[in-house]
């Protein structure tokens, strides 16, 4: 079968391999990625000889002054190339025999033929290689049926699937990150291997499972890589407050829900309707905290109070050890989770307008994403019952956009300042400033009083004149008591 690939650093490459006298081709994720029509930014080029000469020449031949990172260790060179406004990754790497200890990820690395090149990569939908030199341009060499099982969409090793995996575990979570992003299924073989061999995930870096979590968690359905994140036992190695979301418990007759399942089924709503990564994030957590607080109540059967904060709470340690950014993202999760049963309180309820307008505070900006969140968190199988939260919701929202263009509560701040409290009573930061303030706030989310600076200036007179303050010359500096 003759592959076309278009890349103009193909003709390149196949150019200065037969001036070289060496065989080139293109290998694994770019091949796989051109049979199943996906776009990519990454070219992988091996060669029978060195990888590191091969794209140093490459290099010159594009532009004398390119750079070129070397990495002596791994026998690997690597540069970009803009290419259709795309900053292409090119990566050369001599074939080569690899073989692994057991507690490290370091290989012993000997020259190889294409053939053992290709017997050392992880699957065989990634091991198939286009030749570029000129007399077998386009030429592909797929030794284990990598198109066969393109086309059946199954994932599978070329080797033994122990020793595919024994020599670099990474590849048992990359197995289900394919499967996910591609709807494929792991062969049952392959798949007994990552059981059997799950615990060995131990000796891989927190910042690489993290990276394969969050690209299944991308995919189309998330649920899928998240199942068998579970089946195969390797989500209790890196997550296991996910996995003690798992099972039922029933008392008196009265059972709960599947909380795992359940999440299962919100991340794919969310997935739906966002491809924000951090938003399903904060679906695959909405739930985190309820292991941790659920109570049989003779009287209310099972309940899970307070769950959403002790989720909150949990979300800077999931964070930390996943090795996920600690910045304003995992703020937005930690935010999410916390109010992630706001909206279905005041749709359950009247929905009054002062409960809006907290609501409104409270999320800010991402009013949006957290209705967004709610209304994927809508699981019952009653339809009756999804029908009512679907149209308080529909309420809820009606009076979000009411209320916002009335009181612009979404970006609130407060009229009237700690400073401007400061400053016009000759105060320190203090207890009292702390009073006024929220009183204010409150007034104003209660809808007591307009959102403006008057009468939030003409209550905090008041209720100074009540604490027995005195307003000074806001000028003299003298006046501040500490
Ligand atoms: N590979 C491997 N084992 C790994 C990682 C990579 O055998 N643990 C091989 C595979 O042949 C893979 C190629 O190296 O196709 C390139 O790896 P990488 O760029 O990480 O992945 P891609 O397959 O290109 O897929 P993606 O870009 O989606 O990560």
Redesign the pocket.
């Known amino acids: 079968m003759d592959v076309e690939l278009t890349h103009p650093i193909y003709d390149i490459v196949g150019q200065v391999a037969d001036e070289m006298g060496i065989d080139a081709y293109a290998?694994?994720?770019?091949v796989?990625?051109y049979f199943l029509q996906r776009p990519?930014s990454?070219i992988?080029i091996v060669c029978v000889g060195s990888g590191i000469a091969l794209a140093k020449e490459v290099a010159l031949r594009i532009d004398p002054h390119k750079e070129v990172h070397v990495f002596h260790n791994f026998g690997t060179a690597q540069f970009t190339y803009l290419y259709n406004n795309v900053e292409w990754e090119i990566e050369f790497v001599g074939a080569r025999r690899e073989s692994y200890q057991r507690d490290s990820r370091k290989p012993i690395v000997e020259d190889g033929t294409l053939q053992d090149d290709q017997n050392?990569?992880?699957?065989t939908i990634?091991?198939m290689a286009v030749c570029l030199n000129s007399s077998r341009r386009g030429e592909l060499v797929d030794p284990f049926g990598g198109i066969i099982d393109l086309d059946r969409g199954v994932i599978r090793t070329p080797l033994d699937p122990a020793v595919t995996f024994s020599d670099?575990p990474?590849?048992m979570l990359?197995a289900i990150r394919f499967a996910s992003?591609l709807h494929f299924v792991i062969l049952p073989e392959c798949f007994q291997a990552i059981q059997n061999n799950a615990e060995r995930i131990k000796i891989i870096s927190m910042e690489r499972i993290s990276s394969e979590l969050n690209?299944i968690l991308l995919s189309e359905r998330p649920s899928e890589g998240l199942l068998l994140l579970y089946k195969s036992k390797l989500l209790s190695y890196f997550f296991p407050e996910l996995e003690n979301l798992k099972g039922v418990e029933t008392r008196g007759g009265l059972s709960h829900k599947d909380n795992f399942y359940h999440t299962l089924e919100v991340v794919d709503n969310v997935a739906r309707k966002s491809d924000d990564l951090w938003l399903r994030w904060a679906a695959l957590l909405h739930d985190i905290g309820k292991p941790a607080t659920k109570r049989f109540d003779e009287k209310l059967g099972w309940t899970f109070h307070g769950h959403e904060v002790k989720g909150a709470k949990m979300v800077g340690r999931i964070f930390r050890r996943l090795r996920l950014p600690l910045d304003a993202k995992m703020k937005y999760v930690e935010k999410l989770v916390m109010l992630h049963l706001r909206p279905i309180v005041i749709a359950d309820d009247v929905v009054t307008d002062s409960a809006v307008r907290r609501l409104l505070f409270e999320a800010g900006d991402d009013i949006d994403d957290l209705m967004l969140l709610c209304e994927a968190d809508i699981t019952s199988k009653q339809e009756a019952k999804k029908k009512r939260f679907r149209e308080n919701y529909k309420l809820v929202r009606q009076k979000l956009v009411e209320i916002e263009e009335k009181d612009r509560i979404r970006n609130f701040q407060p009229p009237v300042s700690g400073l401007d409290i400061m400053q016009t009573f000759g105060l320190g930061p203090c207890h009292e400033v702390g009073v006024i303030k929220d009183a204010i706030k409150d007034a104003i989310l209660d809808g007591t009083i307009p959102n403006n600076r008057d009468a939030a200036w003409q209550m905090m007179l008041t209720l100074a004149n009540n604490m027995g303050l005195k307003q000074v010359d806001s000028k003299s500096d003298d006046s501040i008591i500490m």
């Open positions: 290998v694994g994720g770019v796989r990625d990519c990454d992988d050392r990569r992880d699957f990634n091991a670099d990474l590849r990359r992003q690209k």
